[in-house]
């Protein structure tokens, strides 16, 4: 019976794999203008690695855009005193850099983020207040915990109350399986110079040379004629029951993947 079984289920997924397209691709998205865009960032930096191009791009759309920063930067203690003023300079050079003049930091414990109700109740107040058309949140695949922690809170908070149209999850430490992508080349080189603002990440790890890497890496996914091409990569989430248990399903892959990294 055992075999039966067995067999019948590697039938039912090989008949899956069958209908599946050869190599489909994300799909550009189509920026919206005018609109309102909210983005947490769990760190300085994260906002313009994860989606500094694309900001600029809505900027330059006509976009109200609001950043805010859920830790203070402070990396835990391992960075000197007087870093986390420091980084907070940094942050606002850098989206000034994109064209973005409004901000806000929450000063929550950097590296050792934990959800809590006075954190749920700021979160939801700036989501209901600001209104906004879109929100970027840290994807819950990401390797870093601050990233996870903050964007499964704040996923759950748009799951509940529908805080968005839509909502995107954005890529730092972990790629995310891309519904979407961005052309950023025409502001390449703004997103870089943004995140050269950011001297006291760069002095510890080569964040540039990485961003820039994974931008043209994404920019494969993008049609041309063979120039080199730059884009951002996006995984958007529905708030209808096709997404039904997919945050769960991706918080136990990342989970697994901890384990994983163990051994």
Not at 72 to 82: F, H, K, N, R, T
Request: hydrophobic letters at 40%; proline letters at 5%; a positive charge.
């Amino acid at each position: 019976m055992k075999k039966f079984i067995n067999k019948f289920i590697h039938a039912r997924w090989q008949s899956k794999i069958a209908k599946l397209q050869p190599c489909p691709l994300p799909k550009p998205l189509t920026l919206v203008k005018g609109g309102k865009v909210l983005v947490f960032s769990p760190h300085p930096d994260d906002e313009t690695l994860g989606c500094g191009g694309t900001l600029a791009l809505l900027r330059d759309n006509g976009c109200t855009i609001k950043v805010i920063f859920v830790t203070d930067g402070g990396g835990a203690g391992s960075l000197p005193e007087g870093s986390i003023a420091i980084r907070q300079q940094e942050a606002k050079a850098a989206l000034t850099a994109l064209g973005v003049q409004d901000w806000l930091f929450l000063g929550e414990p950097d590296g050792s983020f934990r959800n809590h109700p006075k954190f749920e109740r700021q979160a939801l107040e700036i989501m209901q207040q600001f209104q906004a058309d879109w929100l970027f949140l840290p994807s819950v695949l990401d390797y870093h915990r601050d990233h996870v922690a903050i964007g499964q809170t704040l996923f759950s908070l748009w799951q509940r109350y529908k805080t968005a149209e839509r909502l995107f999850f954005y890529e730092i430490w972990s790629p995310v399986p891309a519904t979407h992508v961005v052309d950023i080349s025409s502001v390449i080189d703004l997103k870089r110079q943004a995140i050269s603002h950011y001297r006291l990440p760069l002095a510890h790890c080569d964040y540039l040379s990485a961003s820039m890497g994974l931008s043209a890496y994404r920019g494969l996914y993008l049609s041309g004629n063979g120039h080199s091409k730059f884009a951002e990569a996006f995984v958007e989430a529905e708030n209808n029951g096709s997404w039904s248990g997919m945050p769960e399903r991706m918080l136990s892959l990342r989970v697994y993947l901890e384990k994983r990294l163990k051994h």
